[in-house]
Nanobody, 120 residues
Framework: QVQLVESGGGLVQPGGSLRLSCAAS????????MGWYRRPPGKQRELVATVTSSGSINYADAVKGRFTISRDNAKSTVYLQMNSLKPEDTAVYYC??????????????WGQGTQVTVSS
């Protein structure tokens, strides 16, 4: 079992920055893909960014060039640096870990979520 604990959310003005952190309990493995998803008000949860243990990164088009995901395997932690924030980035942000054993065989873990509000 993996527990994910997010921190770093809050209220920020448009154009501002925030850094989210997500610490996983226990060791993370090379098969683990870590990432961030978000659920805007009234909408479904959507991908923000993911990173593999080897550093392969995927971003949603909406955040490319503004957000940066990074991962510290030694600390079992993933980060999301969010710059040039827009009101449409307002959402609950969730940390995610997919432990992929092989094709079709994986386990997914979620954090409890942290609120990010972008407003003047």
């Amino acid at each position: 079992q993996v527990q994910l604990v997010e921190s770093g959310g809050g209220l920020v003005q448009p154009g501002g920055s925030l850094r989210l952190s997500c610490a996983a309990s226990g060791k993370i493995f090379s098969i683990d893909v870590m990432g961030w998803y978000r659920r805007p008000p009234g909408k479904q949860r959507e991908l923000v960014a993911t990173v593999t243990s080897s550093g392969s990164i995927n971003y949603a088009d909406a955040v490319k060039g503004r957000f940066t995901i990074s991962r510290d395997n030694a600390k079992s932690t993933v980060y999301l640096q969010m710059n040039s924030l827009k009101p449409e980035d307002t959402a609950v942000y969730y940390c995610n870990l997919d432990r992929i054993y092989n094709i079709g065989n994986y386990r997914t873990f979620w954090g409890q979520g942290t609120q990010v509000t972008v407003s003047s």
